[in-house]
């Protein structure tokens, strides 16, 4: 049983790396049996297709997204200590997982309506954040802003960095990676200061 629960999360490690990496136009399940070194019949037999694979994969992906991410702001009692701990959590994250958002947008653009069914699927609910966000304002903690906004705001200004790593590796900090590092380390400094700065009363 040991095995099989190895093997299985060995290829579920190399799917996600070799979808991660080429989309799912680009991976090859016999890449993927390579890289979990197993055969490709192997491979078949716990899943039987690239595209069951990949509903996997793209949920997996979704699911260390977003969710994980919003309970570290609504457990949070102070509203502008949850919003820098959202913000700190969410780059971090996406430190440690840089692919992902290129991933995510590759995917949402070559295929948008599998997607979108996939995020419904997780379950995700945006509702406790929303709430708190309109609380704030109603208690005058912070411009009237729209959820919505301040969301996409917090989203955008995170994982744009990520998307846009050649620009601004190769043209803002002159092909330095090592700067590169640092400069995304004082990036959640930065943008929590940024956001809350802006919104604050």
């Known amino acids: 049983m040991k095995y099989k629960k190895d093997t ?27 890289k979990a070194g197993i055969n490709k019949a192997l491979l078949h037999y716990y ?9 996997l994969i793209i949920q997996k992906a979704i699911n260390l997204f977003l969710p994980n991410l919003a309970k ?20 971090d994250f996406l430190i440690q997982h840089p692919r992902i958002p290129g991933f995510i947008t590759r ?10 069914n996939l995020f419904k699927a997780s379950g995700l609910d945006i509702k406790p954040l929303t709430q708190k966000i309109r609380k704030a304002v109603n208690d005058g903690l912070i411009d009237d802003i729209s959820p919505e906004q ?11 960095p990520f998307v846009s790593k050649p620009i601004i590796t190769g043209i803002v900090l002159n092909n330095d990676k090592e700067a590169y590092q640092q400069f995304m380390e004082t990036r959640k ?12 009363k």
Do not use: C, H
């Open 8 to 34: 299985s999360e060995k290829i579920l490690q190399s799917a996600f790396e070799e979808f991660e990496e080429k989309g799912y136009n680009g991976a090859r399940m016999q890449a993927i049996a390579d």
């Open 107 to 116: 995917e949402i653009n070559n295929n948008p309506e599998r997607i979108l």
């Open 47 to 55: 899943y039987k297709s690239k595209d069951a694979l990949f509903q």
């Open 150 to 160: 301040l969301i996409v705001n917090v989203i955008s200004l995170s994982v744009f």
């Open 189 to 200: 400094k930065e943008v929590s200061r940024f956001i809350i700065k802006a919104i604050k």
């Open 72 to 91: 570290s702001f609504n457990e949070s009692i102070d509203f502008f200590t949850g919003l820098e701990d959202f913000i700190y959590a969410y780059i």
